[in-house]
């Protein structure tokens, strides 16, 4: 299949933006070892945006539904402020059990709790508002979870 974007542009790209940290960079390293799907996290460059993302609306509170190993959550949680918070939901035990071993190696994974179960019923518990909410788990229920 011929990728979205040339190597040479996503390079040029990665070069050029907010280089990712030494605990998301093991994360990554980890999830690529050791699951199944580790394309399924965002990488470095969706990494950057969303830090960009986050300190452009001077989120606090920020709402995830989807957090597999954790990459994202960390990203939020380096870009929020001291007092910022993320709520993250996921449904599979295995995913979050490494999340949680890189959380704790990162001085910024205090601000990150994990909600596990269908995130659907999750979010049917929690009370706003989000400043700043990525949908990033089942796509059929996309809708579902904006509305
Ligand atoms: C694309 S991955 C999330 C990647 C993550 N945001 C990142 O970039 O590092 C989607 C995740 O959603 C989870 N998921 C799928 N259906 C779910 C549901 N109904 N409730 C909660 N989590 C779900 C999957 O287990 C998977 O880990």
Known sequence: ???LIS???EAYAEAHSMAESEVCYALRSETYKQMDCPQMLVGPLEGAFLKMM????????VL???????YSA???????????????CEIDEESAAVARRFFARSPYGKK?????????????ALHGPFDLIFIDADKQNYLNYYR
């Open 7 to 9: 190597a040479e542009i």
């Open 1 to 3: 299949m011929k990728a």
């Open 64 to 70: 995830e539904i989807g957090m597999f190993t954790g």
């Open 112 to 124: 990150i709790t994990i909600h596990m179960g269908p995130a659907l019923e999750t979010m049917q």
């Open 54 to 61: 986050t300190q452009l609306v001077q989120a606090k509170r």
């Open 74 to 88: 960390l990203c939020f949680a380096e870009a929020l402020p001291e007092d910022g918070t993320i709520t993250t």
